[in-house]
């Protein structure tokens, strides 16, 4: 369908009595609040107001609501993010609805539909979901929309008395990306991807310059920021961090050995470095995200004095090209 047949569809259509379509500016503010409502309320107001910004800009994202008679029964948000991939939340039914089991799975899928299709038409390759569990009414209702649950994360924080007071003792050296180019990069990037623990079911999924695209716009991106490990004079990984003034941290974005680098103890040497930079930077903390079951690098993060504060489910779709 061409795009815009499909910006057309986007409109109120009605299937039945229930009408699915973009949720007009001057009804934004209630279907966020219904789109974030299983959220605690601290972290629903906050990502109101920012998603309510980003559905102000053209192409940036998206709110959908499903209404019937006028009234509001059912909405879901989506945003564009950089490297094809896109962001998506569950979608959420009115307690009105909800009574009615069979009503509000297919208000729940027509959604999910809307948003799949609004994505496609962007070229969007991967949409990503994060829940609390694996399992549950949301979980059922991704399911049942095609996406998959490959892996659970670990989200990791470290504080300022864990950090190094001085560089790290180490035969390795870390050269900023400034020095090289972004293809060498992302070639050795895809390199760190053989054999992984991490996420294993995204080999393949993403070129690694859209990889790289997406890992840019995170944080406040610093070409100093990013590194080629290297030992005797051979790339052997790379580390990538991104600053978060605003909330006083560090983001460890990415980090990923060789696999012939492996084994050898320099994995805590990559994170020790990047809990020097942090401090030297002033920032408190220094958090990251890890597949729960990459039990190696688990472990190193607990060496390095990392503890857990969340956990989420990670649900995905891959799109058609």
């Known amino acids: 369908m061409p795009r815009r047949d499909i910006l057309k569809a986007m409109e109120l259509v009605p299937v039945d009595n229930l009408q699915i379509g973009l949720a007009p500016a001057e009804r934004r503010a209630e279907a966020f609040e219904l789109a974030f409502s299983s959220l605690p309320e601290t972290e629903r107001r906050g990502l109101a107001e920012q998603a309510l910004r980003k559905a102000a800009v053209a192409d940036a994202a998206a709110l959908f609501e499903a209404r019937r008679d006028g009234r509001l029964l059912g909405a879901l948000y989506c945003e564009l993010q950089l490297g094809g991939s896109a962001g998506l939340w569950a979608p959420q039914i009115a307690a009105e609805a909800a ?5 509000a799975e297919r208000c729940a899928g027509e959604l999910l539909q809307a948003a799949i299709a609004w994505l496609a ?10 829940l609390t569990t694996d399992s549950g009414r949301d979980a059922e209702r991704l399911r049942a929309a095609g996406f998959t649950h490959p892996a659970d994360l670990l989200y990791l924080v470290s504080l300022a008395n864990s950090f190094p007071a001085a560089p790290i003792e180490t035969d390795l050296s870390f050269e900023p990306l400034t020095a090289r180019s972004d293809d060498e990069l992302a070639e050795l990037l895809e390199g760190t991807y053989e054999q992984t623990l991490d996420c294993p079911a995204l080999n393949g999924v993403q070129d690694c310059r859209e990889v790289l695209a997406g890992y840019r716009a995170t944080g406040s991106f610093d070409h100093a920021n990013w590194f080629f490990v290297r030992r005797d004079g051979q790339d052997v990984g790379c580390l990538l961090l991104a600053d978060f003034p605003d909330v006083n941290q560090y983001l460890l974005v990415y980090m990923g050995l060789l696999p012939a680098a492996r084994g050898q103890g320099l994995g805590i040497e990559l994170v020790r470095h990047a809990q020097w930079l942090c401090g030297r930077a002033g920032r408190a903390r220094l958090v990251l995200a890890v597949d729960a079951e990459n039990s190696p690098a688990i472990n190193i993060y607990a060496a390095a004095g990392f503890i857990a504060w969340d956990r989420r489910s990670v649900w995905l779709r891959v799109l058609e090209s």
Do not use: I, K, M, P
Request: proline letters at 0%; hydrophobic letters at 55%.
């Open 99 to 103: 009574d009615d089991a069979a009503f």
């Open 121 to 130: 038409a962007r070229r969007v390759r991967v949409v990503q979901s994060l």
